[in-house]
Antibody
Framework: EVKLLESGGGLVQPGGSMRLSCAAS????????MYWIRQPAGKAPEWLGF??????????EYNPSVKGRFTISRDNTQNMLYLQMNTLRAEDTATYYC???????WGQGVMVTVSS | DIQMTQSPSSLPASLGDRVTITCRASQDIGNYLRWFQQKPGKSPRLMIYGATNLAAGVPSRFSGSRSGSDYSLTINSLESEDMAIYYCLQHNEYPFTFGSGTKLEIK
């Protein structure tokens, strides 16, 4: 059974940093692109970026809205996906989801609140 | 960025109705269009991929179609479990962009 489980969310002050994790299981992790998407309360989701699979060199793409502040990485030995978020702003407050390539499986989401 | 203009934003409907939700792409996206269903407090669920293909486990009353730059999600014979917010997503060009959502609710 495919499972994605995010962790690491919470409250952070503006200008702070946070790293989200996504634990993957039930599939061959290295075969898949992995995505991060966020969704502010009551709004549509926003694609943040992805990291490619082994066949495509684990390279990354980002939404310009977060490029330079957010970094996506993966630990293929642990089947883990990460989102490092720096210089956080109030508008980064949202539920953050990881998703498998093709968007066919999503984690349950983790809340990030940026506030003083 | 490619804009996905989704309509309507709200859709009151009765059980058993046939309903259609539409996303219009501001640029050519080919068939790189997916539809998601989201219920309160839950993650989005993939319903349609490649504009017209039913995702695994999705009831056959759901279907997707394309006419030019207009992409539609149709639900035949609406059931209570279909009440949710539906989003489209284009993944043809970076940044991938979602529609603004359609809230399907009981009339």
């Amino acid at each position: 059974e495919v499972k994605l489980l995010e962790s690491g969310g919470g409250l952070v002050q503006p200008g702070g940093s946070m790293r989200l994790s996504c634990a993957a299981s039930g599939f061959t992790f290295t075969d898949f692109y992995m995505y991060w998407i966020r969704q502010p309360a009551g709004k549509a989701p926003e694609w943040l970026g992805f990291i490619r699979n082994k066949a495509n060199g684990y390279t990354t793409e980002y939404n310009p809205s977060v490029k330079g502040r957010f970094t996506i990485s993966r630990d293929n030995t642990q089947n883990m996906l990460y989102l490092q978020m720096n210089t956080l702003r109030a508008e980064d407050t949202a539920t953050y989801y990881c998703a498998r390539g093709a968007f066919d499986y999503w984690g349950q989401g983790v809340m990030v609140t940026v506030s003083s | 960025d490619i804009q996905m203009t989704q309509s309507p934003s709200s859709l009151p409907a009765s059980l058993g109705d046939r309903v259609t939700i539409t996303c219009r792409a501001s640029q050519d996206i080919g068939n790189y269009l997916r539809w998601f269903q989201q219920k309160p407090g839950k993650s989005p669920r993939l319903m349609i991929y490649g504009a017209t293909n039913l995702a695994a486990g999705v009831p056959s009353r759901f279907s997707g179609s394309r006419s030019g730059s207009d992409y539609s999600l149709t639900i035949n014979s609406l059931e209570s479990e279909d009440m949710a917010i539906y989003y489209c997503l284009q993944h043809n060009e970076y940044p991938f962009t979602f529609g603004s959502g359609t809230k399907l609710e009981i009339k």
